[in-house]
């Protein structure tokens, strides 16, 4: 793909992202029709459905080589090959229990990857009016504003993005680590929109996000931001991600923040100890 080519697909994106979000952000006082998807703690609203439409509609039309990955699974019927073509991965809603409880704290997210590499990330918070873009190479923005590269920092001193679900029991990871972690972090938050969470990492408001299972839309637009600022994005046993996986752990950091989490927690056959005090 050339670099006009590469460019008119990325202002075509983010044009179509602020667009939806505009959209939603004008009729955020509408009723709105929410179903269960698995359980009654996996919504989607119309809304959801709805956004992602409106990007298989426009991408159909101006790109009908490119394959899409949505979470709402508008587009079907492709032959998805995630690691030989032109991908737009979309999160119509990232954070759509935030959307229909709070009205706030959710965003739209695309990610796009040529042969497995993210080339193009936005992740745009429409309530916030808040834009975090990227493409590889060119460096990464918040409402147009260059993102500088992640400056480092110690466990103790982080602010870490945690989902509040995975420090329970669970059949991913044994959770005496991240009880450990989080018991030497400043500070840990859970922001409800994974999206958002990368987002924040990339503009110095988070330090770390760990979240244990991740699909390829909810992490694909963050990526791509995150790497234009020099931050390490893997699995929580530092593996690279792959947008193959239907569901992954990730975990991104600046790069000597992710080697002491993944050295001393993580990874490590010897987690440190620390006792609250009352
Ligand atoms: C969810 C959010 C949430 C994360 C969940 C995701 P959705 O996405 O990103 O923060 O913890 O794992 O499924 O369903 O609201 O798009
Ligand atoms: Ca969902
Ligand atoms: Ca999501
Ligand atoms: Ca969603």
Not at 112 to 133: A, H, N, R, S
Not at 156 to 175: C, M, P, Q, R, Y
Not at 211 to 226: E, M, N
Request: aromatic fraction near 10%.
């Amino acid at each position: 793909m050339n670099s006009g080519t590469f460019k008119a697909i990325f202002e075509h994106a983010k044009e179509w992202t602020l667009e939806a979000g505009r959209q939603l952000r004008e009729t955020l006082q509408d009723q709105i029709v929410v179903e269960y998807k698995t359980s009654a703690a996996d919504l989607v609203t119309e809304k959801d459905k709805a956004i992602e439409q409106f990007f298989v509609e426009r991408i159909n039309e101006f790109y009908p080589k490119h394959f899409i990955l949505g979470e709402e699974g508008i587009a079907s019927g492709q032959e998805f090959q995630p690691e030989k073509e032109t991908v737009w991965i979309i999160d119509p809603i990232d954070g759509t229990t935030n959307f229909v409880h709070q009205k706030k704290d959710f965003s739209i997210s695309i990610g796009i990857f040529v042969k497995g590499t993210p080339m193009i990330g936005i992740i745009y918070d429409p309530i916030q009016d808040e834009c975090f873009y990227a493409q590889k190479g060119e460096g990464a923005y918040h409402n147009g504003k260059k993102l500088p590269l992640l400056s480092e920092t110690t466990v103790e001193e982080s602010v870490l993005g945690i989902n509040a679900l995975w420090l329970t029991s669970n059949e991913i990871f044994d959770h005496a680590r991240f009880q450990s972690l989080v018991r030497h972090a400043r500070a840990v938050r859970s922001v409800g929109s994974a999206a958002l969470e990368l987002a924040y990492v990339a503009c110095g408001r988070f330090d770390g996000s760990v979240s244990l299972r991740l699909s390829p839309w909810d992490y694909a637009g963050g990526v791509a931001i995150l790497e234009e600022v020099g931050a390490k994005v893997t699995t929580i046993d530092n593996q690279p991600l792959s947008i193959s996986a239907k569901r992954t752990t990730v975990f991104a950091a600046s790069p000597k923040l992710h080697q002491e989490i993944m050295e001393n927690f993580l990874l490590s056959s010897d987690i440190p100890k620390y006792s609250l005090k009352v």
